[in-house]
């Protein structure tokens, strides 16, 4: 079986799926990490955040080629992101090419609240966070929940909302665990 994990950045996500890593049988494949490793070796970029930087079109392609890479995998749990905020708007993680390439069975969607979620990305200096307020957070979470379920729709895939509250991830790697039996 295939899982998405996503959530706007800050959320917790990579956090969650380190300790997933430890405790589950499934691989964890990282979509960003694909995507840059092929931007990097064609000089596009220097880091990961200035993907999203980059012409929507050149992402598009990063991404096809990525889909098509884990097209080749099974039973492996996806980092990815449902929509990645870009200065032309909101581009989707998982337009139909991707879902059908990856067809996944469970999207997980990591949540907290948007409060925390900008304390976290403040706190985190191994990153060049964009900064955006509250607003624009709740915002992002609300547009990737509506997606999640749009890609259910069209996939059949199963939507697990997994809040990674204050202080709680061992709770949430606790529930994410629980719905990968
Ligand atoms: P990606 O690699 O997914 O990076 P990201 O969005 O920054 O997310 P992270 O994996 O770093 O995790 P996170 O931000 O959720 O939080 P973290 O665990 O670090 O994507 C990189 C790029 O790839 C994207 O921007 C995009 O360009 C591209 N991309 C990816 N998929 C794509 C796709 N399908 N199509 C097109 N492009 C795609 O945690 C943050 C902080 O919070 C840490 O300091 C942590 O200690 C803290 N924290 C976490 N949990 C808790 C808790 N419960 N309590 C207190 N603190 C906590």
């Known amino acids: 079986m295939r899982v998405v994990a996503a959530g ?21 494949v990282n979509y960003g990490t694909l995507m840059f490793e092929m931007a990097q070796a064609e000089g596009l970029v220097n880091d990961r955040d ?8 050149t992402q598009r392609d990063l991404q096809r080629r990525a889909a ?27 337009p139909k090419w991707v879902l059908d390439a990856m067809k996944p069975e469970m999207i997980v969607v990591i949540e907290a609240s948007a409060a925390e979620i900008f304390e976290r990305r403040k706190r985190d200096a191994t990153r060049k966070r964009d900064f955006e307020g509250i607003e ?18 069209y ?8 809040k990674n509250n204050e202080g709680e991830l061992e709770k949430a790697v606790d529930r994410f665990m629980g719905a990968l039996k």
């Open 68 to 94: 098509e890479e884990i097209a080749k995998m099974n039973d492996v749990i996806v980092d990815t992101h449902l929509t990645i905020k870009t200065p032309a708007g909101y581009f989707p993680g998982l």
């Open 50 to 57: 200035e993907m999203r930087k980059l012409p929507v079109s």
């Open 155 to 162: 996939t059949g895939a199963t939507v697990l909302i997994l």
């Open 8 to 28: 706007v950045p800050g959320v917790g996500k990579t956090s969650i799926l380190n300790e997933v890593a430890k405790r589950s049988r499934y691989p964890i």
């Open 136 to 153: 624009d957070i709740e915002e992002h979470l609300k547009v990737n929940r509506y997606t999640a379920f749009a890609c259910s729709i």
